[in-house]
DNA sequence: CGATGTTTTGTCAATGTTGACGGAACTGTG
DNA sequence: CACAGTTCCGTCAACATTGACAAAACATCG
């Protein structure tokens, strides 16, 4: 009796189905593409597409998640008396933006899709951050119930690296440097309550 | 020449559409509803429905900006000058959440739908509110430029009222009175600087 | 190898959603 | 009222997505 999933069987037409989408998504765009057209390339059916990938255009964000894996692994390398926020800085500052699933793509992502998807998405990632802190925070914290605090915590954290790349977005040069600078700034911000003259309080 | 959209015609068949659309709703549940048989008891096609709504599950949710209105609204009887978490506690506080909208539904709202589809309605709601915010706290800064902290403020209070909302969901007895306390108790975490020791800076 | 339980696919059908095109209804004007 | 400009709606056709059911491919055990 075969028991767990993902056979080597499943893994080829994924990988089929993953490299013809690419392919295809390259050439003629991605809206152009069909779902159907990526089946048949990798020699599946339609309804075989959706049983590998939630949908055609999940294949463009599906590499997030490793990115998320590596957050962790930045996190839990770091001393567990530290400050969350200094954590969180400093993984942010390892982190390798040029690994190869996030450039490898991105120049003809960003171009064609329907801007409300990518914001979408762009707040399904910062709802994952949020959680990955949130379990962090949990564990820091493992007796005391500090439930508010913890998610908010999180929440924040989140919510202030995504703020900063907002703000990053709309500038007209973009550098990684520009981004990480205004995420370290961001940090900073929060650390002293928001604003030099923290804000949270007086405005 | 007609210059204007919105005739009073098509006000008419959006609203024969909702009233459809909610009756079907309540009797037969959202799912078990398709996108047609609104079209039909509103006497109009399909693609009119599509017209006038973006999506099926559009006119569950369609009346959450009616309350953002509402924040606005509250936010700008508030003094310029006082401090922003405090004009929006005071919002929050008074807001109407008995008001016949948010209520109407809200029972067969929750059960049925696809749990995925409501939190990221609920991030976009999040969302919104920071947008708001932003706005609000771009005219209380109007020649200054500082673009950073109020984004990253205005999002931070966004994601600690709706980190406080997520916990009280998680909550077996849930108050109005809890909610309101638990967003109460988490702004006033985010003017310490989040928790009773400063978790941003010790934690 | 053959029986048997599991995993992966294919087939079919229904629904959700959207772009393109043409006709119907409506509004202000002469 | 006839006319021209607009707005709203119906029709048609493509895709995207998903549930239900059955055949095909595979692994395991005797």
Known sequence: MAR?????????TRIALRRAALARFQSQGVEATSAEQIAEDAGVTLRTFYRHFPSKHDLLFADYDSGLQW????????????????SVRAAIFAFPYDVQP??????????????????????QVEADLATAITEILHRRFDGE????????TARCIAAALFG?????MLRDRRTLADLAEASHASLTALENGLGDDGMFRHY
């Open 102 to 123: 996030l450039t490898q793509m991105a120049a003809f992502r960003a171009a064609e899709l329907d801007p409300d998807r990518i914001v979408a998405h762009l707040r």
């Open 4 to 12: 767990n999933p993902q056979t080597a069987r499943s893994e080829r």
């Open 145 to 152: 119930d500090r439930a508010l605090d913890v998610v908010v």
């Open 71 to 86: 957050f962790r692994g930045a996190m839990a390398a770091r001393p567990a008396d530290e400050p969350i926020v200094e």
């Open 164 to 168: 900063a790349m907002e703000v990053w």
